[in-house]
């Protein structure tokens, strides 16, 4: 069975924040295909009287739904998501719905018994908008007069959106809902409390870890949602590991993230490309080091969230000082390290540096933006713990990049990917990852990554490849072999550095065939699976 209308939900659409935006707006142009202009995606309308960068609103598309809705209270924003495949999305104005919070709360309390009284920081937001963009889906149903004929999927993504779900449970059961889970909510928070998640699994209790780590509500929401979806989905097998034990329910289907491949770009343009990228990246590090980076330099970066441990950010430092130590490294490694942080702004010395083609006149070496709080940064105390201070001594220089990579970031105003495809090889020694879009990123742009065995995107690639010379390295990981890992790391990084500009053609063309792989021409059977596994039971 295959649905007639895909209504979808998360808070990334249109809005640009994590993984889960590429995973739906590279999804959308193959549903798209066999759904014209009947997948509708919802997403929250934050940016108000700001321009999206993301979306383009029209004045006639679905004008008379449009109208209906707001005479009964929905204020909605109609057009086309600024994605391949052009999808129609709506943005959903929830602000309105706080002044009703208390109401809504204690009425899923008492329906489905979520738990919403220990909720705070963006539990209310995210709760509203999900309560919101279900009253959508449904406003649009009724408005267009579907049936059960008319087969149709709700689709909520991430605890964020549960309350959505909730509502169309109630007030439209005809829709067949489906709620995945990229990343439990008390599965990051364990992991990210330092606490041992892998090894000690199995004795955990999900409803306890939320008591004693302050997560009940999150918790409690993704849990009944989870156990209320006629069909529940994950990323991966290990998340599905982690689902089982902490929210007491097994995915029905798992559904792994794919990607399109016409964002990489071809040819002659891939190569101009690169080159562009090379040349930023090498201006912006001569500036900040006060340096010249050697013309065989080796470009590595790392890149995500701001999660020091579970992005294995701390290795992938620690590793850095490992390999700056080795005697036998004949080569310079240029390390970038790409994640947003709390910041001022750009640099305005180092903008003027790049214009004038100087170098800054500065104690700080390492970072592209103006860090609001330097003494008590992870990354900066790192490096200086490490003795990692971009001195010409030092064979491995590093530059912290504390900032989203896009067009008006200040330094490198380019999109994320214009910036990606100027490296030799990445690294994500995630102890913390669902999926992983980045290394699926970089060897889609024919750039070697090295991850880790805690990675949805690392086990299921190891089926292809484990070795830096197949394309992708994937190192063993548990909550207690750190020091086997930063060796890993260095080892494969000094193997690469050591080869021949010939083997790094022939690695980078056996990680970007292992790339299609995952293309969402293969993976969207899994949803097709998983739309067919909530419509049946719908008809139970």
């Known amino acids: 069975m295959r649905p007639e209308y895909i209504f979808e939900t998360s808070w990334e659409v249109c809005n640009k924040v994590g993984g889960i935006y590429t995973v739906l707006s590279t999804r959308a142009a193959t549903l798209q295909k066999t759904n014209k202009d009947k997948i509708i995606f919802f997403g929250p309308d934050i940016w108000q009287d700001k321009e999206n960068p993301y979306f383009t609103e029209s004045a006639s598309l679905l004008k008379g739904w449009k109208k209906a809705a707001s005479e009964k209270g929905l204020q909605l924003r109609i057009g086309r998501w600024n994605i391949p495949g052009k999808p129609i999305a709506v943005l959903v104005d929830f602000h309105s719905f706080f002044q009703q919070k208390n109401e809504i709360y204690g009425h899923v309390w008492e329906r489905f018994g979520v738990n919403s009284i220990a909720a705070y920081g963006d539990y209310d937001e995210s709760s509203m908008f999900g309560y919101a963009a279900g009253a959508a889906m449904v406003s649009y149903y009724k408005y267009h007069n579907l049936s059960k004929n008319n087969l149709t999927i709700a689709h909520f993504n991430e605890w964020m959106t549960s309350f959505g779900l909730y509502y169309v449970k109630e007030y439209e059961p005809r829709i067949a809902t489906l709620f995945t889970t990229h990343a439990t909510s008390i599965g990051r928070s364990i992991a990210g409390n330092k606490k041992p998640l892998y090894d000690y699994l199995h004795e955990y209790n999900g409803d306890q870890m939320a008591e004693e780590l302050n997560m009940v509500s999150k918790h409690s929401t993704e849990k009944r949602a989870a156990h209320l979806a006629d069909c529940f989905t994950t990323v991966s097998t290990i998340t599905d590991r982690e689902c089982e034990q902490l929210l007491e329910k097994k995915a029905d289907v798992v559904t792994p993230n794919g990607f399109e491949a016409d964002f990489v770009p071809a040819g002659k343009l891939f190569t101009e490309k690169r080159k562009q990228a090379r040349d930023k990246i090498r201006a912006v590090t001569e500036a900040i080091i006060g340096q010249k980076v050697a013309p065989d330099a080796l470009f590595v970066a790392t890149s995500g969230r701001y999660e020091y441990k579970n992005k294995g950010i701390d290795v992938f430092i620690e590793a850095l000082k490992r390999l700056n130590d080795r005697q036998y490294l004949n080569r310079e490694i240029v390390a970038f390290i790409a994640v947003p942080a709390y910041i ?197």
């Open 344 to 540: 001022s702004g750009p640099r305005r010395s180092l903008q003027e540096a790049l214009r004038n083609h100087t170098t800054v006149d500065s104690w700080n070496k390492f970072t592209t933006h103006k860090l609001y709080d330097y003494q008590h940064d992870p990354v900066i105390s790192a490096l200086r713990w490490f003795h990692l201070l971009n001195q010409p001594e030092n064979k491995v220089k590093v530059i912290f990049v504390p900032s989203y990579i896009c067009e008006n970031g200040g330094i490198f105003n380019c999109p994320y990917y214009d910036f990606l495809i100027g490296f030799d090889i990445t690294v994500f020694p995630s102890y913390y990852e669902p999926w992983g879009y980045t290394p699926l990123e970089s060897i889609a742009f024919h750039i070697p990554t090295i991850t880790t065995d805690l990675s949805g995107f690392g086990q299921w690639v190891s089926e292809y490849s484990t070795d830096i010379e197949n394309g992708i390295g994937v190192i063993h990981r548990s909550d207690y072999n750190t020091h086997e890992v930063v060796e890993k790391i260095a080892d494969m990084l000094m193997q690469y550095a050591g080869m021949k500009a010939k083997q790094h053609e022939q690695i980078s063309r056996k990680a970007a065939d292992i790339s299609k792989k995952a293309l969402w021409k293969y993976f969207i059977q899994y949803y097709y699976k998983a739309y067919e596994i909530a419509l049946l039971k719908k008809q139970m």
